[in-house]
């Protein structure tokens, strides 16, 4: 809105036009529209004016011949609301609450809002920047800031304070929103983790996973077979037993690796909820109420290398005719369907390094809204191969630390990170609708609460270093699941150790949580990058931070690079905060693909 200011006498006033009432009014942005005018006396005229953003009226009875000062146009006076400020001393507030302030008499304001978390009001991080500019104008903004110091959390009896004093502001409250509805009310059903299953480089099963992420053990290994040598990076997570001899071998001669490791992490689950082994028949689920969500990015890439290694070498009649179908990547989904006769749907995700969080959402979908009952959800990947590697090392992604410090070659948010280590493994949870678990007397992990989906629209490669793109996704999984950012009580970060995601990751999380002290931790230190299953296997681990209230370290990160402003629990877990309910796990894929999944504790 121009207003080049010129000074007409209040006789000259129509309505419609800006006003200021004096030259320190328009000096400090004290500005207000001419509703309507109305001569009380020979030399006095009545002025009905409203703040240009909106707010109370207020008459004013002025001279005639009055100069005051007046913008360079008019306003469309239908289109200014009239509004009044909440009444704060009524309102029994609740985490999660936000309370937005705005100078209406400043027609380029900025609401400045608080937001409750832990019982504080905190300065939400966009209002901060805007009101900044409007501390300057105002002098007497209800949000002054004397510097870039992040202001102490105001007390419930200090917001209430500060609305009172707030002159020229319209205060508004929002209550936080209400939890979605469950299947008895009519709406979403609610979902519950019941099982998990894990193959990493830290073992086969969970067990092996949880002890080695809390003991601060490092998976990653030197790649001593000899099609790797030459290669600049001869590092990677690899899981360290053969995964076929843990097979029926008829069974492993038709699945690529990825597979394997997939049927292994499911029927891991598929057991750990209760079920029989043996499949969904003995097991009391109708098998076509039951499905199958994976995640995977290329799956198993040696199977096609092979089959083209043996065409050149042999002819055509050197190919399997397994070539095609244990190349696919659907092929973990089909095998893991085939194992445990489920016959509901075998879907697969394909969304780069995302791939494993997005099917687990895209599972929690179909079991909220009636599709199936009970999933395997989650990621598996076999792509630890010399041109996959070479790739990786072409595009300088790969770290080039090695083995011999002490330190895993995977630093997430270190200051002396330079790349992610390639891994391999499956990750798998056992979703089941609430009422279906509980009808079965299942023990309950934990809730499967949200997921939320974004593109950062960047780059081929490399993520939006503003973390745009990835805030997204993080408030949508929290509105997804009914929460606040106060509600969350750890965060699972995506975090490969690489320069720029890690850093606008970071970004994100900071922009969301604004002022809360949440323990995050990254699990890539550990394990490497498993890229399709990264999802699968961190959503266990956040799933397992949950149910046994503790938060496993960050290794690799000596030295956390200050850039990063994040609570990094490193060299030795911590206990999860009791307050709160909320863990988030985070993926990010090249292409800017975004997917986190939301975990909310079940308490007793």
């Known amino acids: 809105m121009s207003r080049t200011p010129h000074t007409v006498t209040v006789a000259e006033l129509v309505p419609g036009d800006l006003l200021a009432l004096s030259a320190r009014d328009a000096d400090v942005d004290r500005w207000y529209v001419v509703m309507h005018t109305l001569p009380v006396r020979p030399e006095a005229i009545r002025v009905t004016l409203r703040p240009p953003l909106g707010g109370a009226d207020r008459d004013e009875e002025l001279d005639r011949t009055r100069t005051v000062t007046v913008g360079d146009h008019r306003v469309d006076t239908a289109g200014i609301p009239l509004l009044t400020s909440a009444n704060l001393r009524a309102v029994d507030f609740r985490d999660g609450d936000r309370v937005d302030f705005l100078r209406t008499v400043d027609p380029h304001a900025v609401e400045d809002t608080y937001v409750r978390r832990r019982g504080g009001w905190s300065h939400d991080t966009p209002g901060d920047r805007a009101d900044s500019r409007a501390d300057h104008r105002a002098g007497n903004h209800a949000g002054n800031h004397a510097d870039d110091r992040p202001e102490p959390p105001l007390s419930d009896a200090e917001l209430r304070k500060r609305a009172a004093e707030a002159v020229d502001h319209v205060v508004r409250h929002h209550p936080r929103r209400a939890r979605p509805a469950t299947s008895r009310t009519g709406g979403p059903r609610r979902v519950v983790v019941t099982g998990l299953g894990a193959v990493t480089p830290l073992g086969v099963g969970v067990d092996d996973l949880w002890a080695g992420l809390l003991e601060g053990r490092c998976g990653i290994r030197e790649l001593d077979g000899e099609e790797f040598a030459g290669l600049p990076v001869r590092i990677a997570g690899t899981v360290p037993v053969d995964p076929a001899a843990l097979l029926p071998r008829p069974q492993a001669r038709r699945m690529n690796r990825a597979a394997q490791f997939a049927v292994l992490a499911a029927r891991e689950a598929w057991r750990d909820a209760g079920f029989d082994p043996a499949g969904t028949a003995e097991s009391g689920p109708a098998p076509e109420r039951v499905g199958v969500s994976a995640g995977a990015i290329l799956g198993d890439a040696s199977v096609l290398v092979g089959g083209d290694r043996r065409l050149r070498e042999k002819g055509p009649r050197g190919v399997s005719p397994l070539t095609t179908p244990m190349t696919v990547p659907s092929q973990a989904a089909s095998q893991v369907s085939l194992a445990l006769r489920i016959t509901g749907e075998a879907r697969t995700v394909t969304s780069a390094c995302a791939s494993g ?248």
Request: glycine letters at 12%.
């Open 357 to 604: 969080t997005e099917a687990i959402g895209e599972a929690v979908d179909r079991i909220r809204y009636g599709r199936i009952d009970v999933a395997l959800a989650g990621g598996a990947e076999a792509v630890v191969t010399p041109a996959i590697m070479a790739s990786f090392a072409a595009m300088r992604a790969l770290s080039t630390h090695g083995l011999g410090d002490g330190e895993s070659p995977s630093r997430p948010f270190a200051r002396d990170r330079d790349g992610f280590v390639n891994g391999e493994g499956a990750g798998f949870l056992l979703l089941e609708a609430e009422e279906h678990a509980r009808a079965r007397g299942a023990r309950i992990y934990c809730e499967a609460a949200g997921w939320g989906l974004s593109a950062d629209a960047h780059h081929m490669a490399a993520p939006d270093p503003s973390g745009t793109g990835v805030a997204l996704a993080l408030r949508r999984a929290l509105a997804d699941a009914g929460a606040e950012a106060s509600d969350v009580v750890h965060v699972n970060a995506h975090a490969t150790a690489t320069a720029d995601g890690d850093l606008a990751e970071a970004r994100a999380l900071k922009s969301v949580l604004g002022g809360c002290r949440v323990p995050v931790t990254a699990l890539k230190g550990h394990l490497g990058h498993l890229q399709g299953a990264a999802g699968g296997v961190e959503a266990v681990a956040t799933v397992l931070t949950l149910h046994h209230g503790i938060v496993p370290p960050t290794i690799g990160c000596a030295e956390q690079d200050p850039a990063i402003e994040l609570d990094v629990v490193t060299k030795a877990p911590r206990p999860l905060p009791a307050r709160g309910d909320v863990a988030l796990s985070n993926s990010f894929g090249f292409g800017g693909h975004n997917a986190v999944l939301a975990l909310r504790r079940v308490r007793g």
